[in-house]
């Protein structure tokens, strides 16, 4: 006797284990053709995998995505969506459901929301893998491990290397330029080079931060350069001279002088803030 091979399941399970990020279903499905159906919007997010075969995909409002074997596809809370299978490749798939009030922000690190929903070619075994682990750990009610599974999944996702090299589009190219201020801005870069570096004028790298960032590139990079000074001056033993170099501003003057106009204090009261004095 022929085993029969499983066509689909769904675990769902509404144990709540944290109002932020919850698992509520997890599953997988070998589809057969069908005629393309238009769902009604659902309050938590769904990440779908597509292991083999071919399907269409698309959010309301949205052009229909051609998905592949490889492809990432999410549908985002409280929006319509419609998707189906190719008739004559139908897509095997797997899902996870995640509800909680801070999904919709670590899916976004991912590169996943309303306006980008879809990750290309991102055809990994691991991938694969996690999905399923989410999934198993889920059907045997060991909530910790599906929750271990699904991080281990999201920071796969999130990693530069694993999302598409798809050059010449606007966001990944505004990631490498992040990604290259946080590994130099304390060597005191300019936006002239970065924009050099990059092969982009100066004004373009602008509109960039502009739309993406809603904030120029030198306040993004002097953002950086206060944030890891703030924290240098509450964890650190590094004299503020040697701190307003590792920060890469040019002279300890003009540190204090950005630090007073930033954060109201010079760096030596800022610090002191958080130094407990211990009488002998």
């Known amino acids: 006797m022929v085993k029969q091979v499983e066509q689909a399941d769904v675990v769902i399970n509404n144990e709540l284990l944290s109002n932020d990020f919850n698992i509520c279903e997890a ?5 057969r053709p069908t005629k393309p159906v238009e769902y009604i919007p659902i309050d938590y997010w769904v990440i779908h995998y597509c292991i083999d075969g071919e399907g269409y995909f698309s959010l309301t409002n949205s052009p229909n995505e ?11 809370a409280h929006c319509g969506n419609k998707y189906y299978p ?26 996943l929301s309303t306006n980008d929903y879809v990750i ?15 999934y198993q750990s889920f059907k045997e009610n060991n909530l910790f491990s599906s929750l271990e599974s699904i991080f281990f999944l999201l920071n796969k996702l999130s990693s530069k290397e694993n999302l598409p090299d798809e050059l010449g589009t606007k966001e990944n190219l505004l990631l490498q330029i992040t990604n290259y201020i946080k590994q130099h801005y304390s060597e005191n870069i300019s936006v002239e080079e970065i924009a050099e570096i990059h092969n982009i004028d100066r004004s373009y790298l602008f509109k960039l931060f502009q739309r993406y960032k809603k904030i120029t590139p030198s306040h993004y990079i002097q ?9 240098l001056l509450r964890k650190s033993s590094l004299s503020v001279t040697d701190i307003s170099y590792e920060c890469g501003f040019t002279s300890p003057s ?19 803030k958080f130094i407990i004095s211990i009488n002998n």
């Open 223 to 231: 953002n950086l350069k206060l944030q890891k000074s703030c924290s």
């Open 254 to 272: 003009y540190f204090s002088k950005f630090f007073m106009a930033n954060i109201g204090m010079t760096p030596l009261k800022y610090r002191n």
């Open 27 to 31: 599953g997988f499905e070998k589809c």
């Open 86 to 111: 190719k008739p004559n490749n139908p897509w095997t798939y797997r899902w996870i459901g995640l509800s909680g009030d801070k999904v919709g922000e670590l899916l976004k690190k991912c590169n």
């Open 120 to 134: 290309h070619d991102a055809y990994d075994s691991n991938i694969d893998k996690m999905f399923e682990n989410v």
């Open 66 to 76: 051609h998905i592949r074997a490889g492809d990432i596809f999410m549908i985002p």
